[in-house]
Structures are given as structure tokens and as C-alpha cells.
């Protein structure tokens, strides 16, 4: 990672992001959180900010794949890899099979925790595409909801399992 | 929340980490997963002027068997990858639930083992259960590697005896016979919540005899702590249930909690009595072959 200083003496370094598929490449500090690159550099607004200290999940990305606080994360160390963030789920106009079922679910009331409780059910559905209620709630115990008290939520994750062969429905 | 300036640089290798540790001074701190140091820099409780990164030091990732070792965990295992090891898993599955009860899965994505050992506060959930099984760690820097017994690692809350130019590589759980082992936490929450009390316990038996055992207590004094009494105890007697509860007895009168907002030190001294007992139970009940 190159570091460049400026006039001031001020260190920065040039990172190169790979979000939802495009790479971006930008100038940053060494406290730039990767929250903020997201928020404000990219104009991803979808990724919230909560507590900031790890504690509420709505700050939820994937790291290559996996669910991290981006408000825990330093953009310089991000550099180099795959970040996903909801922005990134569905395709042109078609939403996410797990966006769909929160809608359907009434699985949100203010949306705050929304995107980063489905960016923690995406982690789970892609690993674990036919998880149990407890690896459901297992899974968003880092996303912390104020509204609905998650009964909605964790139904809507459930209604986007894969049905185990033989099924019914 | 935004973070204070600081200077970063992120380390190619141990030598380089260490190198520049000793030349920055106590100004200098280690990242690792930075789910310590960052909550804490941006609450302004420490402001360190340059963050070492060893996160690009891939050496530092394995679990792996050595020969004449035992289990050797690299210091930048993050909760899930302990969590997911299939070897800890076979070898000392109470090392993985550990792991499994530890924050939430975010945070257990980027926490690393070494960071939890090293902040040194005493409700971490990876020291009594690795005091337990008599793990040690290795401290390493430009003038040298040692062996340190984790059990003498800690000093007081958030101290310990590492010295500002060393990196702690790996943790080493040697082969030691233990045949039971478990760690019992009691947290206010069942996630994303620190210890109130923690306790571990690995045994050898055979049959119903307690051949040798070892109890850790977490967040019940300024660092985590043996119960030395209750160990004699049991040490060498066919177990039963009056001795299980004499022990737990004896783990809570060695204990020296604090009261805090997350519990009373009476309150936290009788579950050090419940949970000993308990996790006495499951640990001689699995050693029980
Ligand atoms: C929401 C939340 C929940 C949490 N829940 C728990 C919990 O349930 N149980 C628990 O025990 N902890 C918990 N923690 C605390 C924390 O996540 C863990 O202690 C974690 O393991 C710290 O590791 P890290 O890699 O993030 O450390 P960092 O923040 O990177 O570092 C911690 C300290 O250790 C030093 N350090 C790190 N690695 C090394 C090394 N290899 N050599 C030398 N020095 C080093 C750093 O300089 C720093 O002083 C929680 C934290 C948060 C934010
Ligand atoms: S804002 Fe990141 S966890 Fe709350
Ligand atoms: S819908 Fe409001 S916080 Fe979850």
C-alpha cells in the first residue's frame, strides 16, 4: 500500500476496494474507518451507523464473505479486499429473495438494523443455505433491532431457506 | 465517533513489528483485530501515535499438531477460525465453545485469540480456559523468543509481562493428558456480553478417580486466577457429590471479585461456587470413559 505525505507532513495511502463488484480506489487516512469510505466516499448510504463500537450491527458489510462491524474496521486494512454491502444484493431492479421476505414478513418497522441484518442473514443463507431458528438467531445476535422485537425477522430468514430435499411446498 | 489521528504502518514481518515497537516506544501499539484498541481510541480512554499492523502476517493464522509441542494456535486466529478448527475441535472442543460464546459473530469474525490474551482484562474468555489446560505463550522479539506460562502472564488488569518490543506469536496447549475439559461463562446476555464470572476446569481421570485437575477463574479478581485449594482437594479422591460442592467452596473463597454494575462480589463469589460445581460435573463426566 502506497503512502504518500503531504506539505502538512499529513500521511495518506492510496487503497484500492473491491465493493459489490467494482473497484474503487481512493486516498485515505489512517483513521478513516471503512464506514466512512463506504458512507462518504462512495455514496453507499445503505450501511448505517449505530454505536460505532461494534456493539449494534448496523454497520454490517462482508469482508470476503464474512459479517464485520465496518465501524471496527480501518479502510487501510481493507485494502485489497471483497466488500459486499446491501447496495450490492439483487440484480438491476430485483431485490434480493431476502429483501423480498422482509418486505413480506413485515420484518422491519423503522429499518435502521435493516441492512445490516440481512447482510448478517446473506453471510449465514451463503454458508449455511438451511440453518435451524437457533443458527438464525445465532447468526444476527450481533444485529441489534429497537422495533420488532425480531420474531418477523427471524421468520423472513427462515422463509428464504432452502427447503430440504423432499420437502414440501 | 470518529478516531484520533495516528500514524499506521503495517508490518511485513515479526523482526519488522518488533523493530519499530522498539524504536517508536509505549507511543507505538499493536493491531490486530482492533476490536479492543479501536472502541477504546475512539472513546479516548488510550491514544496511541502509531498503530503496528500485524494483520498481513499470514505466518501468525495456523492451528496445527507439533510433534513434541501439542496444539500450537497462531496469535491472529480470529474467535471463528478457533471456533471452526476441526483439529481444536477433536483435540479440546471447550477451547472452540469458548470461542463460540465470545461476542457476537461480527466481532468473532476480526477478535483474534492473541488480542484477547494480551489486553489482559480480567473477564477475557480465552485465558481460564488455557490456563486450565496449561497453555503457554510464545513472546517474541529481536532480542529472543520465551516460553511464557500463561498462568504467569498476567500481572493486573490490563497488565501483564510482556515487554513493548515483543509480539505474542502463538499459544501452545501441550500434550498433557486432560481428558475433560470446560469453561462456564455467565454473561448478562447470552451475546455480545463480558464475563460477569468465568470458570474453567480440565480434569484426567480414571474411572472415578480425579487423577489430576486444574480450575480457572475469570473476572473474579485483577487477573484470572487458580483455585489452588480446591485443586488439592480433589487431587488424588474418588470423586463424588459432597467433594464437588466442598470444592466449589473453596474456588469462592479464593476468588476476589469486585461489585460492579454487572453484578456484586457477593453475588459474584457464589456463582464462582455454582459454576465450579458445575463444571467440575461436565468436565470429570466426559473424562468418565
Ligand atoms: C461488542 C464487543 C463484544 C466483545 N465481547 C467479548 C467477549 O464476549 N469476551 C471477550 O473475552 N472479549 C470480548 N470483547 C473484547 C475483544 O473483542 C477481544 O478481547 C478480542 O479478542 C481482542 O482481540 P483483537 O485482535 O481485536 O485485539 P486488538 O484490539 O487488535 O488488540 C488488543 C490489545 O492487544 C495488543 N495485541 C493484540 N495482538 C497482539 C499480539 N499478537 N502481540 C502483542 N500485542 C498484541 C494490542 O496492542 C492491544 O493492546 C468484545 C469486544 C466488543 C467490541
Ligand atoms: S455502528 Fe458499527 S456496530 Fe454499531
Ligand atoms: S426496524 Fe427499527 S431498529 Fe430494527
Known sequence: ?169 | MYLPDFDYIAATSVAEASRLLASLGPEAKILAGGTDVLPMMKQETIAPKTLVSITRLDGLKAISLEEGRGVVIGALCTHNEVMKSSLLQEKYLSVCETAHRMANNQIRNIGTIGGNITNAVPSADFPPILIALGATVTLQSNSGSRSVLLEDFFTGPRQSVIRQDEILTEIVIPVNGFNGSTYHKFGLRRSGALAVVGVAVAVVMEGDLCKDVRIALGAVAPTPIRAREAEALLRGKEINDALLEEAGKLAAAASKPISDMRGSAEYRRDMVRVFTRRCLRKAIDQGHV
Open chain 1, 1 to 169: 500500500m502506497q503512502a504518500i505525505q503531504d506539505k502538512e507532513g499529513v500521511k495518506r495511502y492510496l487503497i484500492t476496494l473491491y465493493v459489490n463488484g467494482d473497484s474503487y480506489t481512493r486516498v485515505v487516512k489512517a483513521n478513516t474507518l471503512l464506514v466512512n469510505v463506504l458512507r462518504d466516499e462512495l455514496d453507499l448510504t445503505g450501511t448505517k451507523k449505530g454505536c460505532e463500537l461494534g456493539d449494534c450491527g448496523s454497520c454490517t458489510v462482508l469482508l470476503d464473505g464474512k459479517p464485520v462491524n465496518s465501524c471496527l474496521v480501518l479502510a487501510v486494512e481493507a485494502d485489497g479486499h471483497e466488500i459486499l454491502t446491501i447496495e450490492g444484493l439483487g440484480e438491476n431492479e430485483k431485490l434480493d429473495p431476502l429483501q423480498e421476505a422482509f418486505i413480506a414478513n413485515a420484518a422491519l418497522q423503522c429499518g435502521y438494523c435493516t441492512s445490516g441484518m440481512i447482510m448478517s442473514a446473506k453471510a449465514l443463507l451463503n454458508s449455511n443455505p438451511n440453518p435451524t431458528e437457533q443458527e438464525v438467531r445465532e447468526a444476527i445476535a450481533g444485529n441489534l433491532c429497537r422495533c420488532t422485537g425480531y420474531v418477523n425477522i427471524v421468520k423472513a430468514i427462515l422463509s428464504c431457506a432452502q427447503q430440504p430435499e423432499g420437502g414440501s411446498e
